[in-house]
């Protein structure tokens, strides 16, 4: 399949629901526990840019953890990677197929920093081969692969899983969380989760690219779909632009965004998946090779407050670099209370003002760079306090379904999103959409986007079971287009099948 359109989303026949297959682990024994000093036996998996981090870090800034070995199916990376490593006095064992790394007895756990597409089979494969896992956010490509994940970590449950959304190590983050949930500063009214980071075109390449022979491509696509490159900006055919592919990522939404999303539902204390989903937006300002929008407004219905969350990739004004800010923050999170509001920013700094914005407290204990020794700490425990697969799953769900909403969309004139948001009275967070709507106009037009010819793709809203954690409704053709979408559910090409760990509605279908 070649790269998608979100017309193809609405073909469910074409795209979706194939049967579900066995799926081939192929995997042997449990690792043997522990290095000879007791430290934990790490590699980590996809270097190139997060990964390198995670590398260094186990290399020899975190105490209790050795570096054993390292992963990339470009041995470029994994080449220059390894003299990194080197540098540091530490000789790591290097692959280039995972499948291999995890038949090695002498690694304990993997850190997985891998494209998103990657996280679940890889998280699944590791646990089934007797390995401790941190995943990268977010946890998955789909909602059911991310199910099975979590599945997975209850059935194969010798082992550990670490989610890599950082700010749950945010000791200023819980602070604010627990001053809210005091009532002091009454009732959640809304959560808005904020992801305005400048992301610039990637230019256009008009078809097919070759792939550089130092990467395998078979295993970098790994459960997508096989199809070409399609993008050739700055960072090459293969690496981090795939992000704005459907067939491997999900937008900025589920890029940046996940971490926003994450600590808003946190503060919304809601333990699963909202009733129902939708999201509006587009991508403006430059028509390149990617498929994700750069502007987006999905709303998600919890009952206690609506969780609204917002992407701009184009900056406050065209030609400026500097972004839009809301509440004071850009990329972060506006909680706001009946008598007071809470904002929280990128890397942590949780701050509660009342309504006349009067600072009422300032939570600094900023503990969000301690996500790794967090995770060295879970292996030596063997428990998981922070950093739970469950809640990743969640969050990363919720970018899924807004993207879902979208993939959906037809494309409105403003006129005629206006219209839609106030006619639908049905749900309290109505205002909040229409709030977010005519900022969202604002914005573009500070970007010379014209906001009269401007067609806005406009996503049904759609109900979900989060039971099941599928979508339903009377309207058929539109929950089925919706649960045939890949965002949805994808079982993964032959070789690198999900497997199912637990069935379920969709799973049988
Ligand atoms: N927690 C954070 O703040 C944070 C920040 C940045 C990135 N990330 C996450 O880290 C992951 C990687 O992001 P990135 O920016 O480094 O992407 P990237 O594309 O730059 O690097 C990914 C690397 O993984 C390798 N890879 C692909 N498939 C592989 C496979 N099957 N086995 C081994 N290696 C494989 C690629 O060759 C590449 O070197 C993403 O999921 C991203 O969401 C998290």
């Known amino acids: 399949m070649n790269n998608w359109t979100r017309k193809d989303f609405l073909k469910a026949s074409v795209v979706g629901g194939s049967a579900a297959l066995l799926s081939k682990t192929p995997l042997a024994a449990a690792s043997s526990g522990g290095s000879a000093n007791g430290d934990v036996r790490v590699a980590v998996v996809g270097l190139n840019g997060q990964g390198r981090g995670h590398m260094l870090d186990h290399c020899n800034k975190l105490p209790g953890s050795k570096l054993v070995a390292i992963c990339d ?15 540091q006095g530490v000789t790591p064992k ?23 597409h990657q996280h679940s089979l890889q998280t699944i494969w590791a646990l089934q081969a007797g390995k401790d896992v941190y995943c990268e956010k ?16 209850r059935k194969y449950n010798k082992n550990i899983v670490f989610a890599g959304t950082q700010n749950r190590s945010s000791e200023d983050v819980m602070e604010a969380i627990a001053y809210v949930r005091s009532g002091k500063i009454g009732k959640i009214k809304w959560a808005r989760g904020l992801c305005y980071k400048l992301r610039e075109s990637i230019g256009r390449t008009y078809g097919p690219q070759a792939v550089p022979a130092h990467v395998d491509y078979d295993l970098w696509t790994g459960p997508a779909w096989l199809t070409p490159p399609r993008r050739n900006g700055s960072k090459g055919p293969i690496h981090y632009d795939w992000h ?7 937008g900025d939404i589920t890029n940046q965004g996940i971490h926003q999303m994450d600590v808003a539902r946190w503060f919304l204390g809601e333990p699963g998946l909202p009733p129902n989903v939708m999201s509006f937006g587009g991508r403006f300002g430059y028509q390149d090779d990617a498929e994700t929008p750069n ?22 004004r065209a030609g400026m670099r500097a ?11 506006v909680v706001q209370c009946e008598g007071g509001f809470v904002t929280i920013g990128s890397n942590g700094g949780a701050i509660i003002y009342d309504n006349n914005k009067k600072k009422l407290q300032q939570f600094a204990k900023n503990t969000l760079g301690q996500h790794r020794a967090n995770f060295v700490k879970a292996m030596q425990s063997r428990k998981v306090t922070i950093g739970s697969v469950e809640e990743c799953h969640y969050s990363s769900a919720l970018c899924h379904l807004g993207n879902v909403s979208y993939m959906l969309g037809t494309e409105k004139t403003n006129a005629e999103l206006a219209d839609a948001i106030r006619a639908d009275a049905e749900t309290s967070d109505s205002f909040a959409r229409y709030g977010s709507f005519v900022r969202m106009l604002d914005h573009l037009k500070a970007n010379n986007v014209d906001p009269t010819s401007t067609q806005t793709v406009v996503g049904p809203l759609l109900k979900i079971d989060g039971k099941q954690e599928i979508f339903v409704g009377s309207e058929r053709e539109i929950v089925d287009a919706a649960n045939a979408n890949p965002l949805l559910k994808r079982e993964g090409r032959e070789g690198f099948k999900i497997p199912q760990i637990q069935a379920g509605a969709i799973a049988r279908s």
């Open 94 to 116: 290097t692959y280039v197929d995972y499948r291999k790394l995890l038949e090695d007895k002498d690694i304990d756990a993997v850190v997985i920093a891998s494209p998103n």
């Open 138 to 153: 977010p946890l998955s490509h789909n909602v059911w692969e991310g199910r099975q994940a979590v599945e997975a970590s």
């Open 244 to 250: 704005w592919f459907w067939n491997y990522g999900g």
């Open 73 to 87: 199916v470009d041995t470029k990376v994994l080449e220059a990677r390894k003299a990194q490593c080197v540098e």
């Open 295 to 316: 502007t987006l407004i999905s709303v998600f219905g919890y009952e206690k407050a609506p969780l609204i969350f917002e992407v701009r990739g184009l900056p406050m």
């Open 323 to 333: 972004m839009d800010s809301y509440y004071g923050t850009n990329v972060g999170v």
